[in-house]
């Protein structure tokens, strides 16, 4: 549009120049000292006209090259919008990639976490087993010792008795010192001390609408031997054994409420508190053979509540036989 303004405007200067070099020029017949002066003029006009086609070319020529330059730059910006564009799909794609990253890396935790409570239980049972190992191995030392000292005994009173004259008599006095002796070793080693296995856990607060499965007994009274949990409300059984269990539960209010014993998912015993009057109380015993790692615990049949008080009323308890 410019270039095209830049035509027209010397297009009209040229018309006026001409229209001005004709009138002169007929005016130079009356006059030929005036025709000089109009060639000069002529050449003049010739050489500017050609002086401003070349401006007018190199300006057409600097504005189409300008327009090129332009279209170069919006290409350019169009090619930088599209690289923006995919950075910013990639940078959406590893935010993703970072927050699947860190769900992993919490469930890795936990899962440590896991292993970890797992690893600590398990070192807690060894501890256990190597106590138990080394009482053992404490009896077996002793009954040893026992043993190789009586034989000693026997040969030396043997050796004696054939050497000594009164032989008979001897050997029966030595025979009679020999079974007191086996009496009081006897006596005085006797059995391994074994670790009891006991105990008694109740609740401290009353709940009017609890309807639970598993009845969580959080205030220990006593735990012998460690198999009671007051986190899962569950007894496991540390060794083989015939153990007694008891339940009694004191219902709250009218409401009733049946509680059960449970071995391992079996259901043996059940208490009954009925809805007859307020505060009703229901006791159960069990008598159960257990293999170690046998769990016990209280879980709910129907009904709903319990009461209690800070000294327990409804309370779970076993011991060992």
Known sequence: MLSRLVLVFLFVVQTNSLSVLTDDKSQTTKNDGETVLVRQLLNQE?????????KVNDLVKGIADLKKNMETSNQQLQDA???????????QDAKKEIETNNQQLQDAKKEI??????????????ASLIKENSALKAQWQVQSNLTAFLSDNLKTTINSLKQ???SQRELSSAVSSLQVFQRNMSVLSGPAKVTPVAFTAGMTSYSSWWQGEILVFPHVITNKGQGYSSSSGKFTAPRDGTYVFTVTTVSYSTNALYLDIVQDGVRKVRTVSSSSA????????????????????????SGRGYNSYSVPLTTFSGFIL
């Open 81 to 91: 919008k599209r690289e923006i564009e995919t950075n910013k799909q990639q940078l």
């Open 113 to 126: 976490e896991t292993n970890n409570q797992q690893l600590q239980d398990a070192t807690n049972e060894i």
């Open 278 to 301: 307020s505060s009703m109380t229901g006791t159960n015993l069990v008598v159960l053979e257990l293999d170690r790692g046998d769990a016990v615990w209280v879980e709910r049949n």
């Open 46 to 54: 010739t050489v500017i006209r050609m002086a401003l086609d070349r």
């Open 164 to 166: 000594s004259q009164n």
